[in-house]
């Protein structure tokens, strides 16, 4: 058997940082969450090793921002809300990094992957509580977030100047709307292959794609994604509204290596299928 990738880093005067990096390499290289046979084979670590560690497997799961039942994804938004205003509740402020380490069952990474710097979490999460119809049973957590706002000096929380229109941009002949209540390009699902390309383009970085060229031919996409910690490689992208749309399109699928949809309704798909409909509900 060969351990090759994440394996020397894991051995028993690991930390748990560094235990926690290895299982989420496994975890990206694997697609989903990895099974304790799953870390036998690829990093040769037993059971016994999480135990001293954690506990038990499924705390070191939690620790990592991922669960274990339910195929393994990666933990909702949801949750992280619920354990974010969790602790500012108990503790009456905003938490810092140490203060939420120090209290949460689950690590920074999964925050930080949604909404970048530490210092951008709040503001995410407040307007994602705003978004779900959360804002009045958490009102006392976004005031406190608010506050924080602002107080603080740089990044995410400076108050952006308000910019001054041109009176020529209105248009006489139709409505004028508020302002959008979620911060997103694309206000609305999208209906056809095009919005699928649109709506990847938003998404491509937090999905763990770069793309590099973009076509009408087939396929109509070229990508890098990293597939191990450091290693990156090209993937051959296609657009799809619903996935089996590539089986009616008579597409080859040896010169494709995955179907970018908006709904996956393709189990027999012989391709790796990113189904933007339910990626976007974890962003």
Request: a neutral charge; hydrophobic letters at 40%.
């Amino acid at each position: 058997m060969s351990h090759s990738g994440t394996e020397a880093t894991i051995n028993k005067s690991s930390s748990k940082e560094e235990i926690i990096a290895a299982i989420q390499a496994c975890a990206a290289k694997l697609g989903r969450a990895p099974s304790q046979a799953d870390l036998k084979q690829e990093m040769g670590v037993g059971p016994k090793f999480f135990v001293r560690q954690f506990g038990n497997y499924t705390k070191a799961l939690q620790a990592c921002g991922l669960e274990g039942r339910g195929g393994g994804f990666m933990v909702s938004t949801e949750k992280l809300f619920l354990e974010w205003a969790r602790i500012v509740r108990e503790i009456g402020e905003i938490p810092s990094i140490a203060e939420y380490q120090l209290h949460s069952k689950y690590s920074l990474t999964p925050l930080k992957k949604r909404f970048g710097d530490w210092t951008d979490v709040p503001a995410g999460l407040v307007q994602y509580a705003q978004a779900t119809g959360q804002a009045e049973e958490w009102a006392d957590v976004l005031e406190l977030a608010k506050k924080h706002k602002r107080r603080a000096r740089t990044g995410g929380w400076t108050t952006k100047p308000v910019p001054v229109w041109p009176a020529s941009r209105v248009l006489k002949d139709r409505p004028l709307y508020g302002a959008p209540l979620m911060n997103t390009a694309l206000g609305f699902a999208p209906v056809n292959e095009m919005g699928v390309v649109y709506l990847f383009g938003m998404l491509a970085s937090k999905l763990g794609f770069m793309v590099t060229w973009m076509g009408t031919a087939y396929p109509d996409c070229e990508a890098i994604r990293e597939v191990e910690p450091g290693r990156w490689q090209r993937v051959r992208i296609e657009f799809e509204f619903e996935s089996r749309n590539f089986m009616h399109h008579f597409h080859n699928p040896e010169e494709c290596d995955l179907i970018v949809c908006w709904e996956h309704n393709w189990a027999e798909s012989p391709l790796e299928v990113v189904e933007l409909g339910k990626a976007i509900s974890t962003q």
